[in-house]
């Protein structure tokens, strides 16, 4: 799975920002869209591990 890092950062400094400037201490949900990846090692029957 691919995770969009840059916007849960994003989403993370807002939130801490929020608690130390606004004292707010409430509980927030953000849904972010991930991607499937296929990668080889995906396949049936790939090989495991290298030699």
Known sequence: MAQPIH???QHLV????????QHQHQINQV???ATL?????????????AA
């Open 31 to 33: 849904v972010l869209p």
């Open 7 to 9: 916007e849960i950062a």
């Open 37 to 49: 990846i296929k990668r080889e090692s995906c396949k049936k029957g790939a090989k495991v591990g």
């Open 14 to 21: 807002q939130v801490l920002m929020n608690e130390l400037n």
